[in-house]
């Protein structure tokens, strides 16, 4: 069976929707257990099938599933938090993990008769249809190209602290097939057949990594683009931990938006930083608002790698702690300020309309918007990262706003930092 990137499948007989037993049943009629986290089949010629990473969204803040995992499609990005959720063993013991360890090097490994035997990942996710989430969507395959992080958290019943493995995937593209064939799968799972008459019918990016290495892994990295129009109500929908961020910063931390500005300002700034986190970025300041001329902070994009061959952009930031939705017109200061070596980005805790956002893409601004939900997923995946709450995160950054406002030109970065 063929199945494509974003496909439904049920945990249950449904008309609608193949069933996922059926589809991992395959043609050795055994499918997956779709109770577990991290599940995978059992060795064939001592080479594992497959490990499927399954995340439920909906199941998160619960003492059973205390991570958040942070899928970035998009980008070919996810970031995977193992199945330890418990003080009472190492983050090794647990079942998943244990699997996950035991395989890793095989995607590091120079040798392609490692690679040859090198489990595909597939990520799905749970999603709620017909007010159940007895359903699953196919969101990629991929590999692991990261040594892993032992993450800690505190356990709710107890507050011991227990430690757990987070596992990065890249996810590989589909083209040229644009389908995944599961025939791929069933073939690895057959004894009968060696390493190599298993990968037959693996995708074309896969192969190509069997071949080559990681040294292929940003030309064969699943990378959508992506120039629709987002919804106001599909940027509101978000998980719980989500919502709680957002509501936390408009509520708890930045509740007074005159007062708050400054503040908030700073913690735009951060989140800016934390978009740009795998580029040369380098924060500026916050601009005093007598001078500001339309942008509330300023930062630096740096391309390149040596002094000859580089150059930089200036970014221009603008913060909106708003609760509705940015129109375009909101949109025109930092829009007006943009000319050639300059990128602008805008932050906010609510939405975008389908106004400001056709306004930018018809217009070609190289314009940034960050709404609530991309906002809370880069401030989780931070936390979930190093540790720190979001009140530490808030109170940091009061700290820096206290010594990094200026009435500075902002055009003046390009010869600081």
């Known amino acids: 069976m063929k199945i494509k990137l974003n496909q439904i499948f049920s945990n249950n007989a449904d008309e609608e929707f193949t069933q996922w037993n059926y589809l991992t049943a395959g043609t050795l009629g055994v499918p997956l257990n779709t109770a577990k986290g991290i599940e995978f089949f059992k060795k064939a010629l001592d080479r594992t099938p497959l490990i499927v990473f399954h995340t439920n969204h909906y199941k998160e803040d619960q003492e059973q599933t205390p991570w958040r995992d942070l899928i970035f499609q998009s980008a070919g990005r996810v970031i995977y938090n193992g199945d330890n959720k418990s003080s009472n063993f190492a983050a090794h013991e647990a079942r998943g993990n244990r699997k996950v360890l035991e395989l890793i090097n095989l995607y590091s490994s120079k040798s392609k008769i490692d690679r040859l035997k090198a489990p595909p990942i597939i990520i799905t996710k749970t999603v709620k249809l017909k007010g159940r989430t007895g359903y699953r969507q196919f969101i990629g395959v991929g590999l692991i190209n990261q040594s892993p992080k032992l993450v800690q958290q505190y356990e709710k019943k107890t507050n011991q602290v227990f430690s757990n493995y987070q596992f990065e995937v890249t996810l590989i593209s589909l083209t040229p097939e644009e389908e995944f064939d599961w025939k791929w799968i069933d073939d690895r799972r ?137 129109s375009g017109e909101r949109l025109t200061r930092v829009a007006s300020r943009m000319t050639r070596g300059y990128i602008g980005v805008v932050v906010t805790l609510d939405t975008f309309t389908r106004k400001a956002q056709e306004e930018i893409k018809d217009d070609q601004l190289p314009i940034i918007l960050i709404n609530g939900k991309k906002a809370s997923e880069l401030l989780l995946n931070y936390i979930n990262r190093t540790g720190k709450t979001l009140q530490e995160i808030v109170e940091i950054e009061d700290e820096w706003s206290k010594t990094n406002i200026r009435t500075t030109h902002y055009s003046s970065i390009i010869d600081e930092i």
Do not use: C
Not at 193 to 212: M, Q, R
Not at 250 to 277: C, H, M, W
């Open 190 to 326: 057959n004894s009968t057949l060696d390493d190599i008459s298993s990968l037959k019918h693996a995708p074309t990016n896969w192969k190509l990594w069997v071949e080559k290495g990681n040294e292929i892994i940003s030309q064969i990295r699943l990378n959508i683009k992506s120039y629709r129009i987002i919804d106001e109500q599909e940027q509101k929908n978000m998980p719980i931990q989500n919502k709680k961020i957002i509501n936390d910063l408009l509520n708890v931390y930045y509740p007074d938006p005159s007062k708050d500005g400054i503040r908030f300002e700073a913690l735009a700034s951060f989140i800016t930083e934390l978009y740009f986190e795998n580029s040369t970025y380098s924060r500026g300041w916050i601009t005093a608002g007598s001078s500001d001329r339309g942008v509330d902070f300023v930062g630096r994009l740096d391309i390149g790698h040596d002094a000859f061959s580089s150059n930089s952009l200036i970014v221009l930031g603008q913060s909106k702690r708003y609760k509705s939705p940015i």
